[in-house]
Nanobody, 131 residues
Framework: QVQLAESGGGSVQPGGSLRLSCVVPLSTYNLSCLGWFRQAPGKEREAVARIATGLGNTYYVDSVKGRFTVSQDSAKNAVYLQMNSLKPEDTAIYYC????????????????????????WGQGTQVTVSS
């Protein structure tokens, strides 16, 4: 089973920043769609940001636009989520996910793409924003 390795979670005060990292196996990374999802207690898992590694197209949920940035490093087979201006409502377990291979970027960055479309998941990392 493919294992995605996340890191970078932690506790931070409102307004602070965190950077999440996810290393993806090389066989998965190329021509893939990589995503960051989060799940807060009692809520459904939601997509936060996605990136198509082949074309670099990105998607962000409205609540994080202007604050979060998803990026990739092909030399490290990694995807990152830079989170700035964090709010208490950003508190959740954050998951890295992947689907590969993917041709084109449309479905990867579409607003209606279901969470179930992703086939590979990490274990999750806790992000807590609290004063």
């Amino acid at each position: 089973q493919v294992q995605l390795a996340e890191s970078g979670g932690g506790s931070v005060q409102p307004g602070g920043s965190l950077r999440l990292s996810c290393v993806v196996p090389l066989s998965t990374y190329n021509l893939s769609c990589l995503g960051w999802f989060r799940q807060a207690p009692g809520k459904e898992r939601e997509a936060v940001a996605r990136i198509a590694t082949g074309l670099g197209n990105t998607y962000y949920v409205d609540s994080v636009k202007g604050r979060f940035t998803v990026s990739q490093d092909s030399a490290k087979n990694a995807v990152y989520l830079q989170m700035n201006s964090l709010k208490p409502e950003d508190t959740a377990i954050y998951y890295c996910a992947a689907r590969s291979p993917v041709l084109g970027a449309g479905y990867c960055v579409g607003s209606q793409t279901p969470t179930s479309w992703f086939t590979q998941w990490g274990q999750g990392t806790q992000v807590t924003v609290s004063s």
